[in-house]
């Protein structure tokens, strides 16, 4: 396989990536046996550039460092990148990713994460990015604030940049098998690659795994949810039997095809197909009522007492009712997420001898279903719901980089992307039901029928000039200008409920909600470079971003609400800032040592809760700072071989500076700062309080040692602890939301052949056993009289993070 001018000039600094060509290859072993650092290439700025030379806070980590610590999944990159943390929500949008204290609400589907994912140079904005499984990769990078002109759109906290593995020009044909005894999960793997020519080269990957068991414990018992028929009067037992013990009980089947052709040494065409299928037996599974709001300490719905553990109480829907023809609902009633997805890449570069042309042409599909036990802790008085949800989009950018000899260079290109989100929910509350309702509707308080089409025209460009040999000035600006046209309806209330939803016939014509909403922004950026040395830069840079408005098509159209179109849509978020950074190679390469300091303002950002006084979802917007320092270091001593510590003191504080109207907590009183307004709603100055999951002191520590065992065997072990400082995992300063510090550890020893050809591990994650919670919402149906002396706090339901898990793994290659 013909090996590219940009292959060419890569391989020089890819020794930390067990991914090319055998030259590569002997250069880790050298590297290896001499001891000192390796380079390793990052694509920060959508070019290859070393770690060290690339004037951006970004943490990357490369193949075998991905391998060895069974980096398979977005959760699992938040487990080695300290300041990175994913709260997995059941509904809303899936997930809340928070960066350096900035993240997103998890409540509303419609709200795109501010921290961004990209995937082999494509732009994934949503939650449910955190059902992909990831494997075979090359390698993840983790870029720090604001990041609009080389990401596209909606990363105003930051990236998560995934790059999977390319065709090699060698054979390489691997099986990997595994078993997790905690879930009682086994796993296997394989890769094929292989060139097909000089000029051709394929890959297939797939991974399947399956558990018995489950990470969380279950424990409740039979709950009668009896219903009211609204027709008849009649009155009807319906039991809900308890969800299985131990959740999620998860099944994955993942693949992945690259077709890879390099018919000149100047042109590279990739193109990568993937699928996903990923199914568990609760979409709530790690949902654990952590805090009470009562003084006793037992739930207010369910009477068991609040622990930092890791187990649930919820049931199943009641299986009479799924079997009436409860939509998407399993016909016993069981709880279930059941998440597909598939997606292709087609990237394209060309190198000519001025200009290196690149595009990158993306469709991404998925369609999330499930039923939830969705007061999370199932009662006599239960809520469940069934969703379908599905998301398209396609996806079109071109850049050009100019590659000069003298000072002046430049960059410049454009973004197109069209996107559709379709939405249908169906929930059952209040213990209604109503005879004359349409087949399957018997049993339903609401139903929600919405969809959002989006469409994102964006330029952007860059100049780059060399002011001298030590001294770079770069500067650019990115123009978006989004439309996004959304509707949203009722087509069913119970006759019950028609005091609190809407229908979609409402005599007043606000039944059905209809949005066009356009939104245009300039995002400039700045960055001054000084490079004394080869081994020492420093850089300098003014930063902003976007992140879109948008319609939340999850939400609930009141009738207590007097602007339902407020209540659903919401305006864009912005960021601007400074950075300042020093990276410094020393010691003859034996030490890396990193600093930056970094200040930004976000404007508007985007808070989702739910306004009970009028039974509404609602989306308001707050000013935030986040200020912070971060020292890392990597040590690799040439007198130890195969020896590397590495670890970071990271301090961070992230607040609002405005938002006067903030929502109280559920159960806030007028002691604690909340005041009615209006007599509905309910609210207090968060004004320099903290945002959520935002540490002030993070920290990680990991040291990795290999070493030869005879003439033909190694022998290696990796250590890594992270650190997390005290938190509210509450955005609204609930006290009760406090997360306490904690240190998680997580270990691994291998031992296999000296040239890789098998390896027998054991990796070990959290094994601390700790609980801990990185997101959380108020009970539903629990905490009362907000904003009055008799206020009550709502139990805290946490996401829980996974417990102490130990995998053993086997690897073979051919």
């Known amino acids: 396989m013909r090996i590219s001018k940009s292959a060419l000039m890569a391989s020089t600094v890819m020794g930390a990536l067990a991914v090319t060509t055998p030259a590569i290859a002997q250069e880790q072993a050298a590297v290896a046996s001499e001891g000192g650092l390796n380079d390793i290439v990052v694509t920060a700025r959508k070019r290859e550039e070393t770690l060290q030379d690339v004037p951006v806070s970004v943490a990357a980590f490369d193949a075998t460092m991905i391998e060895t610590r069974d980096v398979t999944s977005v959760e699992k990159i938040a487990a080695i990148a300290p300041q990175f943390n994913v709260g997995r929500a059941s509904n809303g949008s899936g997930a809340q ?84 005894f905690k879930a009682q999960q086994y796993r ?75 018919p000149t040494d100047r042109l590279t065409v990739t193109l990568k197909g993937s699928y996903d299928y990923n199914r568990v037996n609760n979409s709530s599974w790690n949902y654990v009522t952590y805090e009470c709001g009562l003084p006793s300490g037992v739930s207010q719905l369910t009477g068991y007492a609040c622990d930092r553990d890791f187990v649930n109480h919820q049931n199943n829907m009641p299986a009479n009712i799924a079997a009436a023809g409860f939509p998407y609902a399993k016909d016993d009633g069981a709880l279930y997420n059941r998440y597909k997805s598939a997606a292709a890449t087609l990237n394209i570069q060309y190198d000519a001898d001025l200009l290196q042309i690149s595009s990158v042409s993306n469709y991404q599909w998925n369609n999330n279903r499930w039923t939830c036990a969705c007061d999370f802790q199932s009662s006599d008085a239960g809520t469940w719901a069934t969703e379908n949800s599905s998301w398209r989009a396609y996806s079109q950018e071109l850049r050009a980089l100019s590659q000069f000899d003298g000072p002046f260079n430049f960059m410049i290109g454009g973004l197109y992307q069209n996107t559709k989100r379709d939405f249908e929910q169906y929930v059952m509350f209040a213990n209604l039901s109503n005879s004359l309702a349409p087949a399957g509707f018997e049993y339903l308080a609401t139903s929600k029928d919405s969809f959002t089409d989006g469409e994102t025209f964006a330029l952007f460009g860059q100049a780059i000039f060399e002011i001298s040999d030590t001294l770079e000035l770069a500067g650019g600006v990115r123009y978006t200008n989004e439309t996004k046209t959304s509707f949203f309806t009722q087509p069913y209330n119970n006759p019950g409920l028609t005091g609190i939803f809407r ?30 040395s080869p081994d020492l830069m420093v850089y300098g840079a003014y930063k902003t971003a976007y992140k879109s408005g948008g319609f939340s098509n999850g939400g609930i159209n009141s009738k207590f609400s007097a602007n339902p179109t407020d209540d659903l849509t919401f305006e864009p978020e912005t960021a601007e800032g400074f950075e300042i950074g020093i990276k410094s190679t020393l010691m003859d390469r034996q030490l890396r040592l990193n600093l930056t300091v970094f200040t930004y303002d976000y404007n508007d950002l985007q808070v989702d809760f739910f306004n009970s006084p009028i039974f509404a979802f609602q989306t308001l917007t707050a000013d935030a700072r986040t200020r912070g320092v971060e020292l ?76 030869p065992v005879g003439e033909a065997f190694k022998l290696g072990f990796n250590a890594d602890a992270r650190y997390s400082d005290s938190y509210l995992a509450s955005g609204f300063g609930n006290p009760l939301s406090m997360q306490d510090s904690y240190v998680t550890l997580d270990a691994g020893v291998r031992f296999g052949a000296e040239d890789d050809n098998w390896t027998l591990a054991v990796i070990g994650k959290n094994l601390t056993n700790e609980f801990y919670v990185t997101g959380v919402v108020d009970g539903p149906s629990t905490g009362s009289g907000t904003g009055t002396a008799a206020g009550v706090k709502a139990d805290q339901l946490g996401f829980g993070a996974l417990p102490r898990t130990v995998m053993v793994e086997v690897t073979k290659r051919f």
Request: proline share 7%; hydrophobic share 35%.
């Open 503 to 532: 229908p979609s016939d409402d005599p007043d014509g606000l039944g059905v909600v209809t949005a066009n909403q356009q939104f245009i922004d300039w995002s400039p950026e700045a960055t001054l470079t000084w490079k004394p």
């Open 188 to 262: 296997i793997e394989g890769v094929a690659s292989t060139p097909l020519s000089d000029t051709v080269g394929i890959r297939l990957a797939a991974r399947y795994s399956n558990s018995d068991k489950g990470y969380y414990k279950n424990v409740t018992v039979p709950r009668n949810y009896s219903t009211l028929d609204v027709a008849t009067g009649a009155t009807q037992d319906n039991i809900a039997q308890p969800a299985p013990t131990w959740q999620p009980a998860e099944e994955e089947f993942l693949t992945r095809a690259t077709l890879k052709l390099e």
């Open 632 to 707: 890392e270091f990597q040590f690799a001593p040439r007198g130890v071989p195969g020896l590397n510590l590495n670890g970071s003191v990271n301090y961070n504080k992230a607040k609002y500076t405005d938002f006067p109207l903030a929502p109280c907590y559920a159960g806030q009183t007028p002691a604690e700062g909340c005041t009615l307004v209006g007599g509905l709603s309910a609210r207090q100055d968060l004004s320099d309080a903290p945002l959520s999951v935002a540490p002030e002191w993070t920290g990680n520590l990991g040291v990795s040692y290999e070493m």
């Open 97 to 180: 990713l928070t960066l350096r204290g900035i993240g997103s609400s998890s409540t509303s589907i419609g709200i795109e994460q501010s921290v961004a994912v990209v995937v082999d140079g494509a732009y994934y904005g949503q939650g449910r990015i955190i059902q992909e499984g990831f494997f075979d990769l090359q390698r993840v990078e983790v870029l720090k604030g604001p990041q609009a002109l080389f990401f596209g759109k909606n990363a105003t906290a930051g990236v998560i940049s995934i790059t999977s593995a390319d065709p090699g020009v060698d054979p390489e044909f691997m099986i990997k098998g595994g078993y997790e």
